[in-house]
């Protein structure tokens, strides 16, 4: 309602950002004062913060190990921790899952033969952009299939073992984040 009474209908039914204004007397002594926050309107879920919401993430990788002629689900485990002390922990319970987008992994062979470059790439961002799935629980997966490390359609690889890096990059809220490297070993 506005202040002479009027009900005013919610047009903010769409998903996306809002801002919430409302002007309020404190008590009947006090001047109007005007509250603003920021609305994010989900298709399963809204939540209203008077504050930016602050999260940070610590990703790891599964598996270790790889033999060479196999195609595996690479999994990347993604922690999210919602930083604000005065939200309640039910809160961000519910605020850390399902958060990670745009998930993307570049994979790297680092050469040992001198002959070699030392990095080659076998796996872009923008080769794996739509193909890495997040489960629920903010796990990056990739299917990869290490045959592609056999067929020469990579040049400068050199054997197919040997050890490899990944880094996932994706969106947090607002953030772009890129993963430190994780590593494995293809035997």
């Known amino acids: ?7 005013i209908k919610n047009t903010a039914s769409a998903v996306g950002d809002y801002i919430d204004v409302w002007t309020v007397k404190l008590s009947s002594s006090t001047n109007w004062s005007v509250f603003i926050h920021k609305v994010k309107l989900f298709q399963d879920t809204f939540v209203s913060l008077t504050e930016p919401l602050m999260m940070k993430s610590r990703t790891s990788l599964l598996p270790n190990k790889i033999r060479l002629g196999e195609t595996v689900d690479i999994k990347v ?3 999210i921790t919602v930083l604000n002390r005065n939200i309640d922990q039910s809160i961000k319970n519910t605020l850390s899952t399902g958060v990670i987008k745009d998930a993307q992994f570049r994979i790297v062979k680092h050469n040992e033969d001198s002959n070699l470059p030392s990095r080659v790439e076998v796996s872009g961002y923008s080769a794996t952009s739509g193909s890495v799935e997040v489960t629920s629980d903010n796990t ?8 592609v490390l056999t067929n020469s359609s990579i040049q400068n690889l050199g054997a197919g073992t040997g050890t490899y890096s990944l880094e996932a990059k994706y969106t947090l809220l607002n953030e772009t984040i890129v993963s430190p490297m994780m590593y494995f070993t293809v035997r």
């Open 77 to 79: 485990p993604t922690e």
């Open 140 to 147: 990056m997966l990739f299917s990869f299939d290490t045959a």
């Open 1 to 7: 309602m506005d202040r002479s009474g009027t009900t």
